[in-house]
């Protein structure tokens, strides 16, 4: 017998790099950790890099991200919430412009998480890619929770090349984030990153202070938007800028905006 989904929220995992397995990877710990809960589908950028590591690629990543639900749109009844599936949230606030749903993100979701469950508020980040450092730091800054933040710690390698070498990547990750803990005294550690979903569990027990997975904060918080959230009215269409160059179904969409 097929199960009834209709009680269940739909949440949408919008990943806004262009690797089809990264979108795979989150959606498939989404699934994981929400279960029943919810019915989750996901989508991958059509333009852009094929993992985000650079400012040029998270600027990019942003236009991306709208283009990909635009798209998504166009075919697709709207969804309960929007999961941003990278860590780093680019586009974050022009999505929750152009969206009908609530949106968050994993870099969102993964600092609200770590305030409510630090004793003096305060945490860190380890995450892969050193270009990474100051673009969370804005995020946090953006935010409001750049007072919560003790310390970013990136290790050389992309969240792209721990995903795909996790032998290497967990002792190393592991190290950061004792590293992390002991220079900044944070009360907890996240370890952000979409390629990272799931390792956090993996190393708990050889880092002394709790680690928060970016991902599974990030369902968690989506699917709470998906309760909780007032169902959007039908935005007003105006006389708004005039785009050239963007595709049929973002331009569409902007149009109502």
Known sequence: MTPDTSARRRLLVLNPNTSASVTAL?????????????????????????YIATEAACAIAGHAALDAWAAYRAQSSRPDALLLGCFGDPGL???RELCDCPVTGLA???????????????FAIVTGGAAWAPMLRRLAQALGVADALAGVHTVAPSGAQLAADPATALPLLAH???????ATGADCIILGGAGLAGMAARIQADVGVPLIDSVSAGAAHALQLAHTATPPGTPASGDGPQWLGLSAELDAALAKH
């Open 176 to 182: 950061a984030c004792r590293e992390a803990a002991h």
């Open 108 to 122: 969102e979701a993964a600092f609200l998480q770590a305030v409510r469950q630090s004793a003096a508020g305060r």
């Open 26 to 50: 989150v959606l498939g710990h989404v699934r994981g950790e929400l279960g029943q809960r919810a019915v989750v589908d996901g989508v991958t950028a059509r333009l852009g890099a094929a």
């Open 93 to 95: 606030f022009a999505l």
